[in-house]
């Protein structure tokens, strides 16, 4: 079966006075229907960049989708108009986006219930009075308390927790297949982030779409997803099944991510070890591997090039030179 989207080598650069910044360089990954894959890596190593050029919202300029195919439900969005009748079907109605920041996302002068309702009455062709009880509907399935009435709140009137969750109503509404959730809690505390994200699971998990989600909470990843991508300097450098990568992770800078993070599922003690080194600038980038200058494996590597993404498992492969998954990689993280 087809998977549902497709990306293959995708590239996106940034024209900024300094050079050209290469966002996004070469990357390919695939989603199933109904499945969630999680999207992890350092600070500016392309993640947003990489999801935004799937509904083609990368700022032109000084950005540029330079290449690669989005194959959704077998059409390439990247021959499309941005502005095309058929991305804004996609945008919201297809497919479905959480951001980070849902005070940018919602629009200040409306209410949260116009918004949610203007968005089912242009995608599911709705009525006005279907679509109000359609967003009642969901606004109660993320918890909001009497939904009937703070449908006529405005964005401000919410706290930051419900306006996420709110947020995670409106692109849930008109049943997308596919949902892109970019570090969908980081705006909040620690405590309504885990709330947040359990609604926002379970709701994806209950409808069945699949999901993206670009998060640093390895644990959700743990529980939740069945694939991990970890992206580093503009590329992905391992995939895999994430227990297979959790147990047995063959990248270097997935070790080196699994021990800098917390995790939910740890025992308790673990002392989290940062990252060595600063993350690369992404213009004019040598070719050799991006890692090589902070890698901790450096002295057991002999090889000058820049590696491939090879297989070193079932569905799992690494942008590595050095054969380390499957000796039990895993257990550095005891
Ligand atoms: N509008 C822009 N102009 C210039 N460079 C940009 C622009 N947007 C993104 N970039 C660059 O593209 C690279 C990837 O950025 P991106 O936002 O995808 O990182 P990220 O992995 O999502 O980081 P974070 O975890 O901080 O959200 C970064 O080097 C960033 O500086
Ligand atoms: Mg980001």
């Excluded at 804004?88 to 629009?107: A, L």
């Excluded at 309504?192 to 989600?213: C, F, P, R, S």
């Amino acid at each position: 079966m087809a998977p549902l989207l497709e990306v293959k080598d995708l590239r996106v650069t940034f024209d900024t006075m300094n050079g050209l910044v290469k966002a996004v360089d070469g990357v390919s990954f695939t989603i199933d229907k109904g499945e969630i894959v999680g999207l992890v890596g350092e600070s500016g190593c392309g993640k947003s960049v990489s999801q935004m050029a799937i509904t083609q919202l990368v700022a032109t300029p000084p950005g540029k989708i330079v290449s690669g195919e989005v194959i959704f439900e077998g059409r390439d969005l990247l021959k499309y108009h941005p502005e095309s009748n058929m991305m804004r079907d996609v945008r919201g109605g297809q497919i479905g986006m959480i951001f980070q920041e849902p005070m940018t996302s919602f629009n200040p002068v409306f209410t949260i219930g116009e918004q949610i309702m203007e968005s089912l009455r242009l995608h599911l062709k709705l009525s006005r009075s279907a679509a109000r009880k359609r967003a009642i509907e969901v606004l109660e399935e993320v918890g909001i308390p009497d939904a009937s009435v703070r449908i006529n709140n405005y964005p401000h009137q919410f706290s930051g927790g419900m306006r996420q969750r709110a947020m995670i109503a409106m692109a849930l509404s008109c049943s997308p297949k596919l949902v892109i959730a970019d570090e969908p809690t980081t705006a909040l505390d620690v405590t309504t982030q885990a709330q947040v994200l359990d609604i926002m699971m379970k709701m994806v998990e209950h409808y069945h779409n699949a999901l993206i989600i670009v998060t640093h909470n390895l644990g959700i990843i743990a529980r939740h997803a069945q694939r991990i991508n970890v992206m580093y300097a503009g590329r992905i450098v391992e995939s895999g099944p994430s227990e297979e990568v959790f147990l047995n992770p063959g990248h270097p800078y997935t070790i080196a991510l699994m021990k800098s993070v917390p995790r939910l599922d740890e025992k308790r003690g673990r002392q989290l070890i940062p990252i060595s080194g600063i993350p690369p600038n992404l213009i004019n980038m040598p070719p050799i591997c991006s890692f090589k200058p902070r890698c901790p494996m450096v002295d057991a590597c002999q090889s000058l090039s820049d590696p491939e993404l090879r297989p070193v498992g079932k569905n799992h492969s690494v942008r590595c030179h050095l054969n380390i998954s499957g000796q039990n990689s895993g257990t550095i993280f005891e």
